[in-house]
C-alpha cells in the first residue's frame, strides 16, 4: 500500500524536477499551463506525504507499511 | 540491428505523465534527435511498429498494459535498445537483469540531461557492436598490425600492447602519411571518452617504447607538433 505512496512521490517529483530544470535551461517556456501542471505535482506530493503514518520508530528496522515492496 | 542507420536518430518516449513526455522531448530535441511518444502500453507498440526508433525510453508503469509487456511486445518484433524509466526502486533488478534484459535504466526523479546521456550511451554501444569487422593484417615498414586478432608484430617478433595502446595504433595504421589531430585520435580511440586528452601523450610514449626501435626518435609515430600525430612507413 505505501510502496504506491513512494511510488507516487517519486513520480510527482519527477515531474516537478525534470519541469523546472528544463525552464531553467530554456528547453521549454514556462508558460502558465505548465507551470500549473509543476504546482499540481508539488500539491500531490503533499497529499501524499500526509498518507505516510507520522510514527516511524526512532530505532530498529522500520514499520513494516513503510517499507516497499 | 543489423542495418545501420545514418543522420538522425529516433527517440520513442513512452511515459504516462504528459508534462513528463514534453520535458525528455524537448531535451531530445535539443541534441538534435527525432522524437516519437505515446502515453500508454498499446500506444506504445503501436508507435513503435510505425516509427521503428532506433532506441526506446520506457516508463515502467503504463496505463494499458505495464512498461515491461511493451518490452517484451517491441524485442520480439526487433532487437532495440531500451532504457527503462522507473519510480519503483526495487523493480530496477528484475528490469535490467537477465529477466527482461533492458539495457539502462534511470530512477525517478531524474535529470533530464541524466536521460540525454544514456540514450547517447547506450546507441554509441550498439554502433560500436555494429561496426563493420576490421580488415585483415596491413603493413607499416616493419610492422604487422592484424585488427581482428590483436596481433601485432616488429621485424617478426610479437609485441605485446594493452588495448588503448592497441587502439592508437590501430586509427593511425589506418591513416598512414595522415596528420590526425589530438581531437580526431581521441574522438576514435576512445568511443567511451576514457582516454582523456592529457593522458594520450602518456598513451603515445608507451606505445613508442614498444615499437620504436629507438623511442627518442620516433620512426613510425611522429609528433606533429601543434596539431596531433601521424604514421608514416619508414621504409
Known amino acids: 500500500m505505501t510502496s504506491n505512496v513512494f511510488h507516487d512521490i517519486r513520480n510527482n517529483l519527477a515531474v516537478a524536477i525534470s519541469s523546472i530544470e528544463a525552464f531553467r535551461e530554456g528547453i521549454l517556456e514556462p508558460s502558465p499551463a505548465r507551470l500549473g501542471v509543476v504546482l499540481h505535482a508539488l500539491n500531490e506530493i503533499d497529499v501524499l506525504l500526509r498518507k505516510i503514518p507520522r510514527e516511524v520508530p526512532a530505532s530498529g528496522a522500520p514499520a513494516n507499511d513503510l517499507a516497499e515492496h | ?28 530535441r535539443d541534441e538534435g534527435f527525432g522524437v516519437v511518444c505515446a502515453h500508454d502500453g498499446p500506444g506504445a507498440v503501436e508507435a513503435f511498429r510505425e516509427h521503428l526508433p532506433d532506441i526506446v525510453v520506457l516508463d515502467l508503469n503504463l496505463p494499458g498494459f505495464p512498461g515491461t509487456e511493451v518490452l517484451r511486445q517491441i524485442r520480439a518484433l526487433r532487437d532495440v535498445p531500451i532504457i527503462m524509466l522507473t519510480a519503483r526502486v526495487n523493480e530496477v533488478d528484475r528490469v535490467v537483469g537477465l529477466e527482461l534484459g533492458a539495457d539502462d535504466y534511470v530512477g525517478k526523479p531524474f535529470s533530464p540531461r541524466e536521460v ?4 547517447k550511451s547506450v546507441l554509441r554501444r550498439g554502433e560500436r557492436a555494429e561496426a563493420p569487422p576490421p580488415v585483415g593484417e596491413r603493413r607499416v615498414g616493419g610492422l604487422m598490425i592484424d585488427p581482428s586478432s590483436h596481433d601485432v608484430r616488429l621485424e617478426g617478433k610479437s609485441v605485446t600492447l594493452t588495448p588503448t595502446q592497441f587502439r592508437i595504433l590501430e586509427v593511425l595504421s589506418a591513416n598512414v602519411g595522415q596528420t590526425l589531430t589530438r581531437e580526431q585520435l581521441l574522438q576514435r580511440v576512445s568511443a567511451d571518452g576514457d582516454v582523456y586528452d592529457r593522458t594520450l601523450d602518456r598513451h603515445i610514449a608507451n606505445l613508442r617504447a614498444r615499437i620504436e626501435p629507438d623511442p627518442a626518435n620516433p620512426r613510425y609515430v611522429l609528433t606533429v607538433f601543434g596539431v596531433g600525430y601521424k604514421m608514416v612507413d619508414p621504409t
Request: aromatic share 4%; proline share 0%; hydrophobic share 45%.
Open chain 2, 116 to 119: 540525454v546521456a544514456r540514450v
Open chain 2, 1 to 28: 540491428m543489423t542495418i545501420t542507420k545514418t543522420g538522425r536518430r529516433t527517440v520513442l518516449v513512452v511515459d504516462d505523465e504528459t508534462a513528463m513526455v514534453e520535458v525528455l522531448e524537448g531535451y531530445l
